[in-house]
């Protein structure tokens, strides 16, 4: 079946529309993610991402729901709460960002988004409010490295912990210039942030701390097999959250399949962060711990490289702890 912009379009309205009807306390529907760019697929699948925002704390957080073998509805609930003050939005790097983006308003009661947005995006590229949404995600990533570095972390530990250090860290450079990052496009668009404040180098640090590009085409080449077999395990087992559900496989197999012979560091991030997510909810007693452990000694990733890892992050978050200061310097931000 051919999937098109407008076809998933019409999938969202269709979607809040049911949902506004069969929901009484939901306040407002709006679109947001890839599905407002012109090409929302990456390897022929992608999502329709909504936030439901409800009047009430919504019983579950995140639902993810299969559309076809290509496109899943991945579905945000939100409590009125979560927007109050709305001013504080102004320093949120993804809810503030999700609001300033122009999403696309599917339901609105009482003109709860347009009031909203207008006071939570209020001067929302004044210099002080980028530095602050950018300095949270820095220290959130600072945060992390030192948690790793003082204790003995697990392995699982250990690795996630990483990633989700580098995720913030980078993430902190891109909301100098826009929204941050998210998971399929992170090492596909990073370059372009980091060039948009004349730090080039930051991109190639960020291919260095996952392996760098012969590890990456190992890593695709050797370890696809494992890394689908533990996708499949974590989606059977109950408490694997909806992110990495069985609707979701062809959403990070495509895109790798589809990226590893021209962008392998791409498909690799996508790959070893998957694949670690889901050994974090498997755990170290499952049969798939192995495989992932080794590929992970075995291209530099393991916890016999922590120490050169925790190192090297060290270093680069020096160097994006600099570039938030000069660039708030440059802007005139108050810090």
Not at 65 to 81: C, K, P
Not at 216 to 226: D, M, N
Request: with cysteine.
């Amino acid at each position: 079946m051919r999937i098109t912009r407008e076809m998933l379009l019409n999938l969202a309205r269709e979607t809040a529309e049911r949902t506004a009807r069969r929901q009484r306390d939901v306040v407002c529907i709006f679109l947001i993610g890839s599905l407002l760019d012109e090409e929302p697929l990456l390897g022929g699948s992608g999502d329709i991402d909504l936030v439901v925002v409800h009047d009430v704390e919504p019983p579950a957080p995140r639902e993810v729901q299969r559309l076809s073998d290509e496109i899943t509805l991945d579905v945000a609930h939100l409590g009125v709460a979560a927007f109050q003050p709305a001013r504080r939005l102004r320093h949120d790097p993804w809810l503030g960002a999700a609001l300033w983006g122009n999403p696309l308003v599917l339901y609105d009661r009482q003109h709860w988004f347009e009031f909203t947005q207008a006071s939570g995006t209020a001067q929302f590229n004044l210099a002080e409010n980028v530095y602050a949404r950018a300095q949270s995600l820095a220290q959130a990533a600072r945060a992390k490295w030192r948690d790793l570095s003082e204790s003995a972390p697990a392995p699982l530990a250990a690795a996630w912990g990483l990633l989700d250090a580098l995720t913030q860290a980078a993430n902190a450079i891109a909301c100098l210039s826009g929204a941050p990052l998210t998971e399929r496009r992170f090492v596909l668009n990073f370059p372009a942030r980091a060039q948009a404040v004349a730090r080039p180098g930051l991109a190639a640090g960020l291919t260095d701390l996952i392996g760098g590009e012969s590890a990456a085409r190992e890593g695709l080449h050797t370890w696809k097999t494992a890394w689908l077999e533990a996708l499949e395990a974590v989606a059977r087992h109950p408490d694997a959250p909806p992110r990495l559900s069985a609707a979701r496989r062809a959403y990070y197999q495509r895109p790798v399949e589809a990226l590893a012979a021209d962008q392998p560091l791409a498909a690799w991030w996508l790959q070893w962060r998957t694949w670690t997510r889901a050994l974090v909810h498997l755990g170290q007693d499952s049969p798939l711990f192995a495989p992932w452990q080794e590929a992970g000694e075995a291209l530099g990733l393991g916890m016999s490289h922590l120490p050169r890892q925790l190192a090297a992050l060290d270093a680069y978050l020096d160097t994006v702890e600099e570039t938030l200061d000069q660039w708030a310097s440059d802007h005139g931000a108050r810090i």
